[in-house]
């Protein structure tokens, strides 16, 4: 797994890539499974590949196809996938058994997309022999073959909840058609598939199962891909002409609505966003471009330096998308997900939807407080909060990092939830601020130098600091000053550095309660210190660290991708009791057994299911006044 360099911001959300994971060979086609964290990889080399994308690891390898394998699905509910090859193949595979269960043949050239029905026991296939074909799974024959093409058909999807089949093709056209005659025909009593009627689709009578409903053109070249808006009666589709088209239909007509342009090179994916108004496009200008459906405007590009993108796929539940490439494939989400936050003794603070909200762990009251300045065009990125004052430091934090800024808002003292008051807060650039003492906080700016302000937000002074990419909380008067190899404690009224520690790019600063140790948080490490920075323990994880807090009785818990765990402060000194906790998917009650801790040795257990939680209630951290739970 590796990070992305920031991407060229457009204007409109933000938009961040987070993970990568590489194959070695150029992805085909890959598919999302809807419940578990794996997705499918269909190579050029003939290999399918099984990932788990949470944890970075390859979980098996499908090999029986002869050449590239350019479909791919996982079915919704049973364990199957289906593959297609330029063997001519279709295969449906049963991953629980890790095998092939049969083969159905028929395609008389390279197939280029299979998908199942989200109801039926059907497969679409789409092939170079400029057919589409319907499969019944269940009874292994074809049922249904749609022609009209007069090129390769590069693409078929089934719509997501109609009775309609949308089709791209090197022909210049984008065809819908309507399938509702298979439909009915399965659904009747004394519907039987005999072979008086073939595979043409065609019954005695001369009913279709499948005609033609709209054709669409306005490509100038060859449509790489089609697929229809999971809500709304809108197409879109990518062609080799460059260009990004969005097409409208109703029952009578279908008409092009709009064309994004922007691409240089043949675009050969584009899907809609499941739950924003948004379209992704990848091209072989080595580009991925996210759209603004209702601007028809570019939001974000990331670029390849050496590879050219081929496909994409969306994650029906959740915020996660994959891009293949030349090389391999790579997982990315959209937007962060993580909302701003801070903890106070049993109230937590957060960002949502635009107002700071309130929830008060012991009653489980959550109400709007303050309704938050509009304009920006980037969500609140870290929060800093002041008890002595019930003021806030909110900063956002854009993708361009000079642009970055932060507001500074007093919390109205009584405000109705239901209406909540709009105060006007205080803006300014920076790329962090945090409360230093009960009247003054520290800015990190655009130079990287720190300034000191007043509840006015007027600079009381300015303070040299050393070589510095962030700033965190570490007591009043005194702040954690991050660069790329370690993190130094900064006396703010001396001016001066009290200690450092060498840790790698720490991206959260967790205080225990008393504010007497420190848990240090990096991609893939923890760092626990004394309130003199001096380091008690090391721990190394395999996987993405995503958060921490301490327990009242000083122990450190944290997450990883898929794990909760723990660490003791105390040293070896005694041995805990068994405890007893819950198992994962109901298997009853697991059993798990406290390891054995050393001052300088640690080992951490595994704590409940292996589930990965980010939830603010889950992630914050208590800590003393003023707390900036990062």
């Not at 299979?114 to 009874?139: G, K, V």
């Not at 029952?251 to 090179?265: F, I, M, P, Q, V």
């Not at 002041?386 to 970055?404: G, I, K």
């Not at 405890?579 to 059993?591: I, K, P, Q, T, V």
């Amino acid at each position: 797994m590796q990070c992305l360099r920031p991407l060229r911001h457009l204007g409109g959300p933000v938009v961040q890539f987070l993970k990568v994971k590489y194959t070695a060979f150029k992805t085909a086609r890959l598919s999302f499974h809807p419940k578990r964290p794996w997705i499918l990889a269909s190579l050029h080399n003939g290999v399918i590949q099984l990932w788990d994308y949470r944890m970075c690891t390859l979980i098996d390898k499908f090999d029986e196809h002869d050449g590239p394998v350019r479909g791919i699905d996982f079915h919704k509910q049973q364990p199957l996938f289906v593959s297609g090859g330029d063997d001519y193949k279709i295969k449906v595979w049963n991953y629980k058994l890790r095998r092939c269960l049969f083969t159905l043949l028929g395609h008389l050239d390279y197939i280029r997309t299979t998908f199942f029905h989200h109801e039926y026991p059907w497969i679409l296939s789409a092939s170079d022999d400029q057919t589409i074909r319907i499969w019944n799974w269940q009874s292994r024959t074809c049922v249904c073959v749609l022609t009209g093409h007069n090129h390769y058909v590069m693409c078929a999807q089934f719509h997501p909840s109609e009775d309609l089949v949308v089709s791209a093709s090197l022909d210049q056209t984008v065809r819908v058609w309507d399938i509702s005659g298979l439909r009915k025909k399965n659904l009747s009593p004394s519907a039987v598939e005999t072979e008086v009627r073939g595979i043409s689709g065609v019954d005695l009578f001369g009913a279709s199962d499948a005609v033609v409903k709209h054709v669409l053109e306005g490509h100038d070249r060859g449509v790489n891909w089609a697929a229809f808006h999971p809500s709304m009666p809108l197409i879109v589709s990518g062609a080799d002409d460059r260009q990004v088209k969005i097409w409208r239909m109703n029952e009578s007509k279908a008409w092009e609505l709009d064309t994004c342009r922007g691409h240089y090179n043949n675009v050969s994916c584009a899907v809609f966003h499941p739950r924003q108004e948004l379209i992704l496009s990848n091209s072989e200008d080595k580009s991925i471009r996210v759209w603004d459906m209702s601007k028809r405007t570019g939001v974000q590009t990331f670029r390849r330096d050496h590879d050219r993108f081929w496909v994409l796929g969306a994650h029906p539940n959740l915020n996660l998308f994959a891009a293949g490439h030349d090389s391999g494939m790579l997982v990315f989400k959209l937007e962060r997900e993580r909302p701003a936050y801070a903890v106070y003794g049993n109230m937590l603070y957060y960002v949502k939807d635009r107002f700071l909200r309130q929830l008060d762990f012991s009653s489980s009251k959550d109400t709007a407080v303050m309704q938050l300045r509009s304009g920006s065009k980037f969500p609140v990125f870290s929060m800093s909060y002041n008890p002595a004052e019930n003021a806030v430091l909110l900063c956002t934090r854009a993708t361009n990092l000079e642009n970055s800024t932060y507001d500074l808002y007093s919390i109205p003292k009584e405000s109705d939830s239901q209406n909540p008051d709009a105060p006007e807060g205080k803006r300014s650039s920076g790329l962090t601020s945090v409360w230093v003492a009960r009247n003054r906080f520290a800015v990190l700016d655009r130079m990287h130098s720190l300034l000191i302000k007043n509840l006015k937000n007027e600079i009381v002074k300015k303070v040299q600091v050393p070589s510095c990419e962030e700033i965190f909380y570490a007591g009043t008067g005194s702040l954690l000053l991050r660069d790329a190899d370690g993190v130094t404690l900064f006396d703010v009224q001396q001016k001066r550095s009290l200690a450092t520690v060498k840790i790698a790019k720490v991206k959260y600063v967790v205080w225990s309660a008393d504010t007497s140790h420190v848990a240090l948080l990096a991609k893939h490490a923890i760092m626990i210190c004394n309130r003199k920075l001096e380091s008690l323990c090391s721990i190394h994880e395999n996987i993405r660290v995503k958060s921490g807090a301490w327990d009242e009785s000083g122990v450190f818990i944290y997450t990883t991708s898929n794990h909760i765990k723990y660490a003791l402060t105390s040293g070896w000194r005694w041995r805990p009791p068994r405890l007893w906790m819950r198992g994962a998917a109901g298997s009853g009650w697991a059993r798990r057994r406290c390891c054995r801790v050393t001052t300088r040795s640690w080992r951490c257990a595994t704590r409940g299911p292996k589930t990965s939680t980010s939830s603010p209630s889950s992630t914050s951290s208590p800590a003393t006044w003023p707390s900036s739970a990062r």
